[in-house]
């Protein structure tokens, strides 16, 4: 019988305790025998990381599969830079709003999605098998991408349909994946962007900041629009200009009424879960927008939004899905 090891956001635990070298290795193995083609891994900025992230590169190789290494990034470009470069996986190595001491491993397919129930289960089935080692030149090579964030930054920079300039922002990137990507964007935006938690030491991720502390932003952001990630930067939680917390379910119903407004709201649907607060249904309603509801975790959204085709799903969380259906993107939901 196969060991369980993926939860609802792939594995994780604590870092060299439970989300060991060996686990991430094996895992890689197991991954890279099912598939030909590239892997690429990017992470946050935790001080297990490049551990877990050389043990991956490890594992891939010894099965023939090439990486390629983004660095630390946002969860969203490993999904995005995933698609770019033909990869049939995207490994981030996270554990996302969890404290520093923590890590996990995240897998993702060439749609750049989260892998699915049976995907991961061919995954842990293979897990405490024996596979063929690659000798020679069939050892897989490892490349770095030395310009994932700018790609990825050119990529936000293309969806965005107007320019910031003259718009005061204040963000909070955690001491997480976001703490370069973030700034870059913005101040090409054209935005006045004040910078808070962008200093990572390995140990401070999320320590008193981020998506999951939005109250230390709100006290700081003097009337500026606050934008607060985590982590992995798949959460947004905003500040409004008079302080007041606009957690996910208040940023779906403002993204959704705009698609509608501008016809662009596939089906009048928007997909929460279950932890969706009354007042999000009755605006919804009053808007006639249909909601579609499911259990919690941000697979299952996704699951919905494929199965309905809709363009908008998230969790009051911060998590927020949009048209490209793959994973929460918090720089693209800003």
Request: aromatic share 4%.
């Amino acid at each position: 019988m196969s060991r369980r090891l993926f939860g609802t956001d792939g594995v994780r635990g604590v870092a060299n305790a439970d989300i060991t070298p060996e686990l991430a290795v094996g895992l890689a193995r197991s991954a890279g025998a099912l598939i030909d083609g590239v892997a690429v891994i990017g992470r946050d900025t935790r001080r297990s990381g490049p551990m877990l992230a050389a043990a991956l590169h490890a594992g891939f190789n010894s099965v023939g599969v090439d990486t390629v290494d983004l660095g630390i990034v946002p969860v969203g470009a490993v999904s995005r830079l995933t698609r770019e470069a033909s990869a049939r996986y995207g490994v981030m190595v996270s554990a996302s709003h969890n404290p520093a001491p923590d890590n996990g491993i995240k897998f993702f397919g060439r749609d750049g999605a989260k892998l699915d129930d049976d995907s991961e289960k061919a995954i842990e089935d293979g897990f405490a098998r024996t596979h063929e080692p690659a000798i020679g030149h069939l050892i897989g090579l490892q490349t770095v991408m030395s310009d994932a964030v700018d790609r990825y930054v050119g990529f936000l920079r293309h969806k965005a349909q107007y320019s910031l300039r003259g718009v005061e922002l204040a963000i909070d990137c955690a001491n997480g994946a976001a703490f370069a990507a973030a700034p870059q964007l913005f101040d090409a935006l054209k935005a006045d962007v004040e910078v808070y938690a962008a200093d990572p030491d390995g140990t401070n991720i999320n320590e008193g900041c981020g998506a999951t502390h939005p109250e230390v932003l709100a006290a700081k952001a003097s009337g500026r629009i606050g934008l607060a990630f985590d982590g992995d930067a798949d959460r947004l939680i905003a500040v409004d200009e008079n302080g007041e917390i606009v957690n996910g379910d208040v940023l779906m119903a403002i993204v959704a009424k705009h698609l509608k407004d501008n016809g662009k709201l596939a089906g009048n649907t928007v997909v929460a879960t279950v932890m969706s607060n009354l007042g999000f249904r009755q605006a919804m309603k009053q808007a006639g927008i249909d909601v579609i509801e499911t259990k919690v975790g941000d697979r299952y959204v996704l699951e919905a939004m494929k199965e309905h085709k809709a363009v908008v799903g998230g969790e009051q969380s911060g998590h927020i899905l949009l048209e490209d259906r793959t994973t929460g993107d918090g720089l693209l939901s800003a």
